[in-house]
T-cell receptor, first 117, second 109 residues
Framework: SAVISQKPSRDICQRGTSLTIQCQVD?????MFWYRQQPGQSLTLIAT?????????ESGFVIDKFPISRPNLTFSTLTVSNMSPEDSSIYLC??????????????FGPGTRLTVL | DAKTTQPTSMDCAEGRAANLPCNHS???????VYWYRQIHSQGPQYIIH???NNETNEMASLIITEDRKSSTLILPHATLRDTAVYYC??????????FGKGTKLSVKP
């Protein structure tokens, strides 16, 4: 299994600012994902972070608001831009490896708890 | 990917088996059944997955009906630390994990 760490673990930010969340995996993985969990809700997939190409965003999420980087096979960042109180959520990084068309088990980081004032 | 239906909440006595049901009547032949859980304020934790056959690991057992339209996750001896939201997810091997609302399991002393 992959061990995933995230920084920061939590932050309180002012509206209109941006925050970059880092995700580090202890081994090389093919796929990395970013999820959002709003208060009292389930997880929603934001995007798949692709190494060497642009991220693939789910419906309702756009690159200008949530730019993602994936410089190598163990690291990714998610930026929450021009924040508003509605962006207050837990942001979770996830990773999995693939072989051919098989996506192996996804593992999750501990999450970043973001509060926007 | 097929949708799943789970009870909103369940209680279980400490030391007893917890049986969490999941309906997935529209599952396709190439879709797997995955179970994750999320303990309060933590990231989701992988538990187990299966395609057709029953599966067991150190955490739990997964029983899939012969028609694959439903499954049951069994925690054989529930402890207080098993209190969590349990998610049943059906997906193709290369599909994304799409989370529903899950079942909130409360293990009581």
């Amino acid at each position: 299994s992959a061990v995933i760490s995230q920084k920061p673990s939590r932050d309180i930010c002012q509206r209109g600012t941006s925050l970059t969340i880092q995700c580090q995996v202890d081994s090389q993985v093919t796929m990395m994902f970013w999820y959002r969990q709003q208060p009292g809700q389930s997880l929603t997939l934001i995007a798949t972070a692709n190494q060497g190409s642009e991220a693939t965003y789910e419906s309702g999420f756009v690159i200008d608001k949530f730019p993602i980087s994936r410089p190598n096979l163990t690291f990714s960042t998610l930026t929450v831009s021009n924040m508003s109180p509605e962006d207050s959520s837990i942001y979770l990084c996830s990773a999995a490896s693939t072989s051919g068309r098989t996506l192996y088990t996804q593992y999750f980081g501990p999450g970043t708890r973001l509060t926007v004032l | 990917d097929a949708k799943t239906t789970q009870p909103t909440s369940m209680d279980c006595a400490e030391g007893r088996a917890a049986n969490l049901p999941c309906n997935h009547s529209t599952i396709s032949g190439n879709e797997y059944v995955y179970w994750y859980r999320q303990i309060h304020s933590q990231g989701p934790q992988y538990i187990i997955h299966g395609l057709k056959n029953n599966e067991t690991n150190e955490m739990a057992s997964l029983i899939i009906t012969e028609d694959r339209k439903s499954s049951t996750l069994i925690l054989p001896h529930a402890t207080l630390r098993d209190t969590a939201v349990y998610y049943c997810i059906v997906k193709r091997s290369q599909g994304n994990l799409i989370f529903g609302k899950g079942t909130k399991l409360s293990v009581k002393p």
